[in-house]
């Protein structure tokens, strides 16, 4: 039997690291030839890969990981300047390390099976470079949806016709994946950025078309539209959709306090079903007092029971536990923790998909991370959008706009612009989202189901599945 060996680079953001570990873990389950080996790369960023990491090192003898050493990270500044540009610049700093790494497995044969690919991160793309060094096929992991894959292939053209970055200014786009021309204003800032974001997302995009294949964290039923486009277009590399790709068992997060998670299932558990709506903004996610205030506003005229993943950023730019009832008290409107008693509940980090499945959860104000779409899908639970960074936005417009499957809160909404979301728009958000018999409900459980019959066997992200199997099997160099 012919066995054949990847190699996973992924970046140690949260979602990310999340995806490729789950996708890793189910090639492996899925054929038995494969072993993946997962380069890590460090970064004080984020300590939730490394976490993460140490739960799995006995779980498969198939899957393993590498640490590379560390390298010293950008200037500070620009991080200031462009997330983005800061990202690529520091991952592009490892290559050395990823080609060390490569060629000391290659030349250690007796030790794993023959090398049949790397498959790279978003932000690892400029590692391409390393496979076409070494004659190793190389493939894309994408943790986003199919309509950011449609904006990065659209980036390469525009950048050859027009060369500079967007402007809010700039006619509505017309995005492969999308069926209706996108607002420049719902696309990521980074294209926007003239201090190296915009350069960095044209840089990795045009390293898209030199992959084997696009391996994509959606499902067909999902984004039909897109994935036609996509196959109509004989220039790109096959996409293969293997999503939903998660983690149902839930992960341990650092700050998390087993004392403050065993209270917040008992009061879900004390709750009517599908009566609390759950709001929670990602790994990242945090507001100023101005919007909590308003937040809180919002919720206490909806009348709807409620989770409030509510987290503080310290001094130091960095998210603090969970905040205690004096600083709430000091933050929120006066008397609201007193008015809401049993009502509603606040917490710091929340163990999202464990919630989500909770039978007391009917809806969710989320920042349209992709990684939670997924997961609010798969429990069949709509919906609010508040997307806050990144593809966000664009995420939020394709859920309402194109595919009917949440509630508009926001879609635009720019917390680096000082925007400020109204009392009177979250409330109509939390009862709309609540609403027991509306259509998005019903869509959304729909979805729910199919998404959940995609990964059987014979559903059309396993059937994917296969194909990249024996692609990447035909493509081995070995």
């Keep these: 039997m012919k066995r054949a060996e990847l190699v996973m680079v992924p970046t140690p953001g949260h979602g990310h690291y999340k995806s490729a570990l789950e996708f890793s873990k189910r090639l492996i389950r899925a054929d038995d030839r494969f072993s993946v080996t997962i380069l890590h790369l460090r970064s004080s960023c984020d300590p939730y890969p490394d976490l993460l990491k140490k739960t799995l090192l006995v779980s498969d003898k198939r899957l393993r990981f590498i640490d590379l050493p560390p390298v010293d990270p950008p200037p500070f500044h620009l991080r200031q300047q462009s997330i983005e540009h800061y990202l690529v610049l520091f991952y592009e700093s490892f290559i050395p390390h990823v080609k060390d790494a490569i060629t000391h497995l290659i030349s250690n044969p007796d030790s794993s099976p023959p090398l049949a690919g790397l498959v790279l991160d978003f932000f690892c793309l400029p590692m391409i470079d390393v496979a076409i060094d070494l004659g190793l096929p190389s493939y894309l992991f994408l943790t986003s949806g199919a309509g950011f894959l449609g904006l990065m292939l659209y980036l390469p053209t525009r950048h050859t ?35 190296g974001g915009y350069a960095a997302f044209v840089k990795l995009a045009q390293r898209f078309r030199e992959v084997k294949g696009i391996i994509v964290n959606t499902f067909a039923e999902l984004e039909p539209y897109a994935i036609q486009s996509f196959a109509d277009d004989g220039q790109i590399p096959p996409v293969y959709t293997v999503g939903p790709v998660l983690d149902l068992r839930g992960q341990a997060h650092p700050s998390s306090d087993r004392v403050d998670h065993g209270k917040m299932i008992e009061w879900l558990d004390a709750q009517p079903e599908s009566s609390v709506v759950f709001l929670c903004f990602g790994s990242s996610g945090s507001f100023g007092e101005a919007q909590l205030r308003e937040m809180a506003l919002g919720l206490e005229r909806s009348g709807q029971r409620f989770l409030w993943a509510l987290r503080l950023r310290g001094p130091d730019g960095k998210l603090d536990g969970p905040p205690d009832r004096s600083t709430l008290a000091e933050i929120l409107p006066e008397g609201f923790l007193d008015r809401m008693g049993e009502r509603g509940m606040i917490c710091g980090w929340a163990p999202q998909i464990e919630v989500l499945a909770h039978t007391s959860i009917g809806g969710f104000v989320s ?112």
Aim: aromatic share 4%; charged share 25%.
């Design 161 to 195: 016709q027009i060369g500079t970055e967007f402007e809010d200014s700039d006619p509505d786009v017309e995005l492969p994946g999308f069926a209706n021309p996108v607002p420049v204003r719902i696309l990521p800032g980074a294209v926007s950025n003239k201090h």
């Design 367 to 478: 920042h349209c991370g992709w990684n939670s779409i997924l997961e609010s899908l798969w429990n069949g639970v709509p919906t609010a959008t508040w997307p806050i960074y990144a593809e966000q936005q664009l995420n939020a417009l394709g859920l309402v706009k194109e595919l009917g499957l949440a509630v508009e809160l926001r879609l635009d909404y720019r917390q680096q612009k000082g925007d400020l979301v109204t009392a009177g728009e979250i409330e109509g958000a939390v009862r709309g989202v609540m609403e027991a018999d509306s259509m998005v409900r019903k869509k959304v459980k729909e979805m729910g189901e199919i998404s959940k019959r995609a990964l059987m066997d014979g559903g059309s992200s396993s059937d994917s599945l296969g194909r990249l199997i024996d692609d990447i099997i035909n493509n081995h160099p070995h």
